[in-house]
């Protein structure tokens, strides 16, 4: 089943949003100061590219106050929109029946781009 919700997903629109993580990770990395955000898109893309039978989890090591830091920098300067956009998404995907597998990885997709930093992916 997760392959071929993997593959639905990849055809309409899972790759697309992939390279455009992509695309905006090469462009965080390219300052210094933007490495870390830009592995925390690259972690948004990776997921994004293959959602079905993966999940995002709060690895043990995230206590601290640079994680809280990051998340909030990442929160002000544009993880909010990339968060409503994908809840946008998923709201509008479970409308239909169909759509409400599409739309539960889009919820997933919200969680990371509200505070990727201390998150890891793991498969289920």
């Not at 462009?27 to 690259?42: A, D, E, H, S």
């Not at 601290?64 to 509008?92: D, E, K, R, S």
Request: some cysteine.
């Amino acid at each position: 089943m997760n392959l071929i919700g993997n593959l639905i997903w990849l055809i309409f629109g899972g790759i697309i949003i992939a390279i455009e993580y992509l695309i905006g990770s090469i462009v965080l990395m390219i300052t210094i100061v933007g490495i870390p955000f830009g592995l925390q898109t690259l972690k948004m893309a990776s997921l994004s590219l293959w959602p079905f039978g993966r999940d995002t989890r709060v690895h043990s090591r995230s206590s601290g106050c640079l994680y809280i830091f990051m998340n909030l920098l990442w929160l002000i300067c544009g993880g909010i929109w990339i968060a409503i956009t994908h809840a946008i998404f998923g709201a509008l995907l479970c409308i239909t029946i169909i759509g409400i597998p599409f739309g539960l990885q889009h919820f997933k997709l919200t969680g990371i781009a509200l505070s990727p930093f201390g998150r890891d992916i793991i498969s289920i």
